[in-house]
């Protein structure tokens, strides 16, 4: 395994497809290819002052896991005239900006593009008005690697990479949101938990005979 890792930021996700920091750290892009890439000892320096939503990433991992999508942003809203080699997307469907491909033989549609089917022109015009037929040099030309975060393992990618979470992290992870609300009762001072967070129900110690809750009896 290489000593290369990306900086993910979760919260820059576009649909399925991770936010990777970018090279010089110049903000967030999908696009692998234009990934900061550090060492492990850069990484963990990262992860150790990480937000919840950071996370570096083995670049080996990301790498073997890539896949190749168009962004609709970047390729003609209409269909186009027929060439020797089309492709065909689904109209009005994205998972985030990135268009469905669609790929003939199987009667399916993903927006991995290098399953897309390339259409000749006679089979171009036979296609369904749902689909936008566009020229394959059209989209090849703007396709980019992205990583899905459905395939993101913590363990492998990240723990078994070499790489130490951060105590902090752990104790955040452990760490469970209490949905009741304390009070220290007015007449012994003790404390109180309740679900109300606005006005004190009672004192829940029997010794307690002034603030006892009142159930209507």
């Not at 269909?79 to 199987?106: C, I």
């Not at 760490?175 to 609300?181: I, Y």
Request: net charge positive.
């Amino acid at each position: 395994m290489k000593d290369r890792f990306y900086l993910a930021c979760f919260r820059n996700n576009v649909g399925t497809s991770v936010g990777f920091q970018r090279q010089g750290f110049a903000g967030y892009h999908t696009d692998i290819d234009q990934a900061h890439v550090c060492t492990l000892e850069e990484a963990q320096s990262h992860y150790n002052h990480a937000r919840e939503y950071d996370l570096p990433i083995s670049a080996d991992h990301v790498d073997a896991l890539a896949v190749w999508k168009v962004d609709c942003q970047y390729i003609p809203i209409e269909s186009q005239p027929f060439t020797e080699a089309n492709v065909a997307y689904v109209r009005g469907a994205w998972d985030g900006n990135d268009v469905y491909w669609l790929n003939h033989k199987k009667c399916t549609t993903s927006t991995d593009f290098s399953k897309a089917t390339i259409f000749d022109q006679d089979i171009a015009e036979q296609l369904d008005s749902k689909y936008i037929v566009i020229p394959f040099s059209l989209a090849e030309k703007v396709k980019r690697r992205t990583f899905n975060f459905k395939k993101l393992n913590r363990r492998v990618m990240v723990q078994g990479a070499g790489l130490v979470m951060p105590e902090y992290l752990k104790k955040a992870r452990r760490r469970k949101t209490n949905p009741k609300s304390r009070f220290n009762c007015p007449g012994c001072g003790k404390i109180t938990w309740q679900y109300n967070p606005y006005d004190f129900e009672g004192c829940l110690d029997v010794s307690c005979s002034e603030w006892r809750p009142n159930y209507g009896e």
